[in-house]
């Protein structure tokens, strides 16, 4: 083990080596490079990226990193206890704030347990920076304690991964890895540093530019393009604005706006995109996709075009690919050309940025109308606001009249606390009710594990999220399962004063799972009984677990109790908060359409489907 040299007052009399506080401004002033070890190298890297929290858990590989970053005056590491939860931290902090997020593990398991992470950040394009730890460089490839080729593995689930044997390597790493993960499409960049890389003797260099020449991401679109979605536009009778997540991560919701006032045409937003415009918007349909509202399916299969920003043509959207949106045309605008036309091929493809299309779209939709070409959609949002009126979201009560209904619950949550709040979801049935009934009036409101569909996501993302907004409410409104894969960062949360509210939607289940098993095998319920609130069990009891933590711990067990139980959470601001709702085990998610068969089969509740007018099928529009 290196050698730690003894604490000094003045580094420039004694010629002692600099802490990263002091060398950062030295190197912005002085053009001279100063003596480091690669360690201290990759911390003043971070500083100068303007990093100010790296979630992570230190380890021998990458333990001389912790040493220089003991002596950082900007950047905070919070240490968290497990590194799964360091990377839906980093997730959570991104998705909130829009910067990036950075973790930081040893090597072998220290890294594979931010695998998940990290291919949840790739599905979902949230900027993310993951620095390992690596066995030296000499041992690499000999099955080294705690050896693993995190670069091999991690290499489909990210945008780029870096392995840096040399010392000199490190800032130019660092600059690119932030670069790449910020830019284009975001998306995480593994930095995978070799222990003697970390221990070694280099100069601290803070790369001017940056220097990828394969790497050109394509940000504004062609005017031709635009030209031509302007004219299908114009000739279009049912059009739809299908607005994807893309549009959140691009920051370009301000733009979109315009863009939809101006233009009048019906909107929906898929799950990575909630609040990217207010619900409240009188266009605006909902949800797409298996759990979306009616209106918002059903306006996506009668359109006769289709505008897709920032989306991927999901399959939890399209439901039966070829049956989906069959009388539509496509204008697909996306940063990434692969996505384009992969699932669906367009009619007028657009590479871009998001906020680049909108706004150019937008000048072409304005030069139309001023020319007095603009269409008249007016007869077209009556009929799809018709169809949102006839099929609100809703929930039936709770067949046993003393459970609670989770709607109810979530609904409440979103109700009391306001738009202006961050809601980091699980994955589940409490995910869906979150998305359909939470109101969100304002992007990055929202978070959750829409791609991968990570079941432990919503506590350490709601961490990440108020440590990114601290003066904002964070709500992780979790499933009894989710909450017990990650609930070890209440410790995190407890000891670095982050306090995060905490509703467990408590049905002890697996509530999706369940959901699956009603329908479509016979309520066999094949092990997905957690024990958590049935028939008298607790196990756990979480408002025991949550004081065991020191936490304040709640339990609601009655409808007439929600709304003070929930009040009573809002008034702790000091310590985190944990509720244990215990609620209806056998409440299911609706509207729903089964997997793999067409969105027209959309159901309101079991084996009920809406009716058509006969008008509808006249037209043409199914």
């Not at 496509?330 to 657009?350: C, G, L, T």
């Not at 009934?437 to 829409?450: D, K, M, T």
């Not at 506590?459 to 990114?468: D, N, Q, S, T, Y």
Request: charged share 20%; hydrophobic share 40%.
């Amino acid at each position: 083990m290196r050698e730690r040299a003894p604490k000094r007052k003045d580094s420039k009399v004694t010629g002692q080596i600099p802490t990263p506080a002091e060398v950062v401004p030295a190197a912005k002033k002085q053009p001279a490079a100063q003596d480091v070890t690669g360690a201290q190298s990759l911390v003043l890297s971070l500083e100068a990226a303007g990093v100010e929290v790296v979630f992570g858990l230190p380890g021998g590989a990458v333990l001389p990193v912790y040493d220089p970053l003991l002596d950082s005056t900007k950047l905070r590491h919070i240490l968290v206890r497990h590194e799964q939860g360091a990377g839906h931290a980093a997730e959570g902090y991104a998705s909130a704030t829009g910067r990036v997020g950075v973790c930081m593990a040893t090597s072998g398991p220290g890294a594979t347990n931010l695998v998940t992470a990290i291919a949840d950040a790739y599905m979902d394009s949230v900027p993310m920076v993951a620095i390992t730890g690596q066995v030296s460089s000499k041992t690499i490839g000999t099955d080294a304690f705690q050896e693993a080729d995190i670069r091999g593995i991690t290499m489909p689930i990210t945008k780029h991964s870096y392995l840096v044997t040399d010392p000199a390597d490190i800032a130019s790493a660092v600059k690119e890895a932030f670069h790449i993960a910020s830019t284009g499409r975001p998306g995480p960049v593994l930095v995978d540093i070799s222990k003697d890389a970390l221990v070694a003797k280099t100069t601290f260099e803070w790369p001017a530019d940056v220097g990828l020449p394969g790497y050109r991401p394509v940000t504004q679109p062609h005017h031709k393009q635009i030209r031509a979605a302007a004219k299908l536009i114009r000739e279009s009778k049912r059009p739809v604005f299908y607005l994807g997540g893309g549009i959140v991560r691009a920051g370009a919701s301000q733009e979109l706006r315009e863009l939809i006032d101006l233009a009048g045409i019906p909107l929906v937003t898929t799950l990575m995109a909630r609040g990217v415009v207010p619900d409240s918007h009188p266009l605006h349909l909902g949800m797409p996709g298996m759990h979306g509202s009616v209106a918002a399916v059903t306006v996506l299969q009668k359109a006769d075009l289709l505008i897709a920003i920032g989306t991927r043509f999901d399959d939890r959207v399209t439901g039966h690919l070829p049956s989906f949106a069959p009388g539509a045309k496509v204008i697909h605008a996306d940063i990434d050309p692969a996505e384009i036309s992969k699932n669906r091929v367009a009619d007028v493809p657009i590479v871009g940025d998001a906020k680049a299309v909108i706004t150019d779209l937008t000048a072409a939709l304005r030069a139309d109308r001023d020319a007095g070409h603009a269409p008249d959609f007016t007869a077209w949002q009556q009929r799809t606001r018709g169809w949102a009126d006839t099929y609100p979201l809703g929930y039936s009560p709770a067949e046993d009249a003393t459970a609670i209904p989770p709607q109810y619950v979530i609904e409440r949550i979103g109700a009391l606390t306001g738009p202006e709040a961050v809601y980091a979801a699980g994955v589940g049935q409490h995910q869906m009710w979150a998305a359909q009934f939470v109101h969100y009036e304002r992007p990055n409101s929202w978070l959750n594990s829409g791609g991968l569909g990570t079941m432990g996501y919503s506590v350490p993302a709601a961490m990440g999220a108020k440590v990114g907004e601290p003066d904002r409410v964070v709500w992780a409104i979790d499933g009894d399962g989710c909450f017990q894969m990650t609930n070890q960062e209440l410790a995190t949360c407890m000891i670095n004063k982050i306090p995060i509210k905490v509703a467990i939607i408590n049905n002890s289940s697996l509530g999706m799972v369940r959901q699956w098993q009603t329908l479509f095998y016979n309520e066999r319920y094949s092990n997905t009984d957690l024990h958590t609130s049935a028939a008298g069990s607790r196990i756990p009891d979480f408002v025991k677990l949550a004081e065991a933590y020191g936490c304040v711990g709640l339990r609601c067990e009655k409808t007439e109790d929600v709304d003070a139980t929930i009040a009573k959470a809002l008034e702790i601001n000091d310590v985190p908060v944990v509720i244990d709702f215990v609620v209806e085990r056998d409440a299911m998610v609706w509207p729903m359409v089964p997997a793999g068969v067409s969105n027209d089969l959309v159901t309101t509740a079991r084996a009920m489907t809406p009716v058509w007018d006969r008008d509808d099928d006249a037209e043409g529009t199914r």
